[in-house]
């Protein structure tokens, strides 16, 4: 019988033996590790031929690096260079789980054949196989640990050039299907969010990412020098749905306003919400007072102001002119009530009508335009309306 070491290693010469017998059926052991593989795991069997032949070169791997790591007494690098057999695409074809079943089923095959060897060999062996595991299980963490840094790093820049193409107003249908490899499900709203960078980008958009998960809301975030861009997706129904979600986020921003652009119906067309939501950012702090998130429809006159065409279009055309439309009493009664610093007696006096009249008719622009004269912003917003639609004209 011999002796072990210290380390627990028999001498070189009963190693190197034990290696050689346990060697010999080096073959057989693979066949039968493989043979398990296929009766104890069904995935085995959905592979195709050259995919389960990359397990057959793993597990033959596996079977002589631990002879060679055994006779060597632990100093060959022989774990960490088992997954070296296949190719780098077997990592993405074969969960860590299936790799953990790979492992797990030939070690058992394994230590089933030292039950065949003599006794006083067994032990050390044993042993050894035990040893031998532990580092192949470092080895397979490693190997799908980089290859998931790899891939993160991937999808991080891959994310990064969805939204890009979103602010920029390219996301065309290839956008769309990079979109996709993302996990982005195509939802039926669309809102681009804007706000301040936080310091620290990367953590800020992984809890984003879990609290929009917990909405059960599509997520692409991306930092853009010193903003955030969120392009969040869902069942968003109103803007006050999108505010009251994005009120959850709003903490992961940095310091300064956060502009919720309008919601839209496809990704190719959240340029126009990305658009809102910049001019947005550029004008929030002509409102000082502005809730915190707020909605860009709700930055129109500022940014009509700040030179955003587009919302000088909105105020003319979904402001001014629907009050026109709709009689021309109303648009005298508007600018009455104006001109008379808000007082409904005096729009009355000026009109030669009931102040009744004067309410029904500041009541029926509320109705048509979703501005009320009577609020402080409803009024800027419509008096902003009323001077450019008349430009317009």
């Known amino acids: ?29 693979t066949t039968a590790a493989l043979a398990r593989i296929a009766e ?28 060679e790591w055994f006779a060597s007494a632990g100093r060959t690098q022989a774990p960490a260079s088992v997954f070296a057999a296949a ?5 993405r074809r074969i969960t860590l789980n299936q790799t953990v079943d790979l492992v797990r089923t030939t070690i058992d095959t394994v230590e089933d054949r030292i039950a065949s060897l003599p006794e006083e060999e067994q032990s050390t062996l044993r042993i050894g196989i035990l040893r031998y595991s532990r580092e192949i299980a470092f080895a397979a ?6 290859a998931a840094e790899v891939r993160g790093a991937w999808d991080a820049r891959l994310e990064a050039l969805v939204v890009d193409a979103v602010i920029r107003g390219e996301a065309d249908e290839s956008v769309v299907s990079r979109a996709s490899t993302l996990g982005w499900a195509s939802p039926p709203g669309i809102s681009v969010v804007i706000g301040t960078a936080p310091s620290d980008p990367g953590r800020a958009v992984e809890a984003i990412r879990q609290i929009a998960a917990r909405h059960s809301l599509d997520l692409l975030a991306a930092p853009q020098g010193d903003r955030l861009v969120l392009v969040l997706g869902g069942t968003l129904e109103s803007d006050a749905q999108v505010l009251a979600r994005v009120g ?5 921003f940095g310091d300064g306003q956060v502009v919720v652009g309008p919601i839209v119906s ?27 998130p707020v909605a860009a ?22 402001l001014y002119r629907p009050v026109v439309q709709a009689g021309r009493d109303l ?24 102040p009744n009249t004067v309410r029904y008719r500041l009541r029926r622009i509320h109705e048509l335009t979703g501005y009320s004269p009577l609020d402080p912003r409803g009024g800027y917003a419509l008096r902003l309306a009323l001077t450019l639609g008349r430009l317009l004209d």
Do not use: C
């Not at 496809?266 to 915190?292: F, H, I, Q, T, V």
């Not at 930055?299 to 003319?316: F, K, M, N, S, V």
């Open 297 to 318: 429809e709700d930055l129109l006159p500022e940014r009509a102001l700040a030179g955003d065409g587009h919302a000088r279009r909105r105020l003319a055309n979904d």
């Open 87 to 91: 190719p780098r695409a077997l990592a």
């Open 266 to 292: 496809d990704l190719s067309e959240a340029a126009r919400s990305a658009r809102a939501a910049l001019s947005g950012m550029r004008a929030a702090k002509a409102w000082p007072e502005a809730p915190r």
């Open 1 to 29: 019988m011999t002796t072990p070491d210290a380390a627990g290693w028999p001498p070189p010469a009963a190693r190197e033996a034990s290696a050689r017998r346990l060697g010999a059926s080096a073959a057989e052991m």
């Open 331 to 354: 648009v005298d009664t508007l600018a009455a009530f104006f001109d008379s610093g808000g007082s409904i007696e005096a729009t009355a006096r000026a009109q030669f009508v009931h």
């Open 141 to 146: 963490a490693q190997v799908y640990a980089r």
């Open 248 to 252: 959850d986020v709003v903490g992961q």
């Open 40 to 67: 104890e795991h069904p995935w085995f069997a959905e592979l195709d031929a050259e995919h389960r032949s990359w397990i057959t070169l793993v597990a033959r791997s596996g079977i002589d690096g631990f002879l």
